[in-house]
């Protein structure tokens, strides 16, 4: 029971900070100001209006007692209302109105119903308060087929202190809850750019100009991951510079050999041995790729069809179909992201004849299907495959001629981007690569 409560509670509640703690703040003021309009309505307003509206049912009453038993005196008795109590008092054989005039959920119909019903009987009384702007107008049916008809002030059936009452205590509660929506807003500001700052470190970005704000947890929080983030960077550049300098001082010792190798007599030798130095330079080659996947190229808009375009003319095969173009743009890393989906469609077409690549678009994700019909891949190796320096069997090597690395650098390039790699069979019998993008 409490189980499903709970649950309940945090679906209801807003999920960002923002709007909870407002609702932490403004919440106490609201069910305050509602309890004192409560209290304040129940114990005074209502007690005080029915007083008043006793009261003046009670001088209707007296002026109708006083017609009745003394009709010679109605001048002077208007004339002394009409002046002491601005009273306009009106009698004749008038049309009592069949229709009501009456405003059902008005507390000072209400009232003045109860009050005049109690007094005057049944169907002995009709009234309106909304026919004029600042006066009542009630009519009393007399036994002789008369109406007595009053104009009254509408001071003195309601008293005027409520809407008083209800602006000051409403207009500070507004001013309250908006001076606590700027100071929130500067409070959420700074946790708000320390997460775009961390998802923007990654997806492979370089933050440079985050600078630390707010109070002095955030400012801790955001000073850390400043730090962290120079950490790794400098953690990665290194990564990449050590083995810039591995490649480069072993290729010229393997060029030295390409050349000794070149002067030998023994062809036969000298060509295998030269096809074991062509291997060593291309694993260089794969680890140097594979160290540069964190490059420090900045995020730009790419659009998707122009960059598969740019691939097709790339590869200039009739065998790679690309269909369903759709104008998409998201932001990335162009060249990054050009490399990994060159790396699968050349899986693909060394081992399959046909690469089909197929594009769908959601409310926030792009889907790019990049299937071929090779071989394939059994399933319980789709984890493993993404391993660096993994390699399969003979019937299908991913990177045949590499060492491994090549489906590592498309998932650590994906990744990156916040996106997602899931391997599949394809529906030509081959290997289905599905690319799942935010844009």
């Known amino acids: 029971m409490f189980s499903g409560l709970n649950k309940l509670v945090k679906y209801i509640l807003p999920k960002r900070l923002f709007y909870r703690a407002l609702i932490i703040v403004a919440a106490p003021t609201i069910i305050l100001q509602l309890i004192i309009t409560i209290v304040f309505y129940d114990s005074i307003w209502i007690k005080a209006n029915k007083n008043i509206t006793r009261s003046l049912v009670s001088q209707l009453k007296a002026v109708q007692e006083v017609y009745q038993n003394d009709k010679k005196n109605l001048e002077f008795l208007t004339d002394s209302y009409r002046n002491n109590f601005n009273f306009e008092i009106g009698v004749g054989d008038y049309d009592f109105p069949t229709y009501t005039g009456e405003r059902r959920f008005s507390p000072m ?54 809407r008083l009452f209800v602006l000051w205590t409403t207009l500070p509660s507004l001013i309250l809850i908006v001076i606590a929506l700027i100071f929130l807003k500067n409070q959420t500001r700074p946790l708000v750019k320390l997460a775009k700052a961390a998802e923007k470190f990654g997806k492979g970005d370089y933050v440079n100009d985050f600078r630390a704000s707010g109070a002095l947890e955030i400012r801790k929080a955001a000073y850390e991951f400043s730090r962290m983030a120079k950490r790794i960077n400098r953690h990665l550049n290194q990564r990449s510079e050590m083995l810039s300098g591995i490649s480069h001082d072993l290729r010229t010792p393997l060029t030295r050999l390409k050349l000794q190798l070149a002067m030998l007599k023994q062809k036969d030798l000298s060509e295998n041995m030269s096809k074991d130095i062509d291997e060593m330079e291309k694993m260089l080659n794969d680890y140097l790729q594979f160290a540069k996947t964190q490059t420090q190229e900045k995020t730009s808009q790419i659009n998707l069809e122009n960059l598969f375009e740019s691939i097709k003319n790339n590869f200039r095969n009739k065998n790679l179909i690309i269909s369903n173009f759709q104008n998409i743009v998201l932001e990335g890393r162009s060249s990054a992201l050009k490399r990994s989906f060159e790396n699968v469609i050349q899986n693909g077409l060394t081992y399959g004849k046909n690469v089909y690549i197929n594009i769908k678009q959601t409310s926030n994700l792009v889907l790019i299907f990049i299937e071929d019909d090779g071989p394939g891949v059994p399933e319980d190796q789709y984890r493993n495959i993404f391993k660096p320096f993994f390699r399969l069997d003979k019937s299908r090597s991913l990177n045949q001629s590499g060492v491994g690395l090549g489906l590592a650098i498309v998932e650590d390039i994906i990744n990156s981007h916040g996106g997602n790699v899931q391997l599949g069979k394809s529906k030509f019998n081959g290997l289905q690569v599905k690319i799942s993008l935010p844009f």
Do not use: C, Q
Request: net charge positive; no cysteine.
């Open 109 to 162: 119909d209400r009232s003045l119903r109860r009050e005049l019903k109690s007094t005057f009987g049944n169907n002995n009384y009709w009234f309106n308060t909304s026919k004029f702007k600042k006066a009542v107008e009630i009519k009393i049916k007399l036994d002789n087929n008369e109406v007595l008809e009053f104009l009254i002030p509408k001071e003195m059936v309601s008293t005027s202190s409520v």
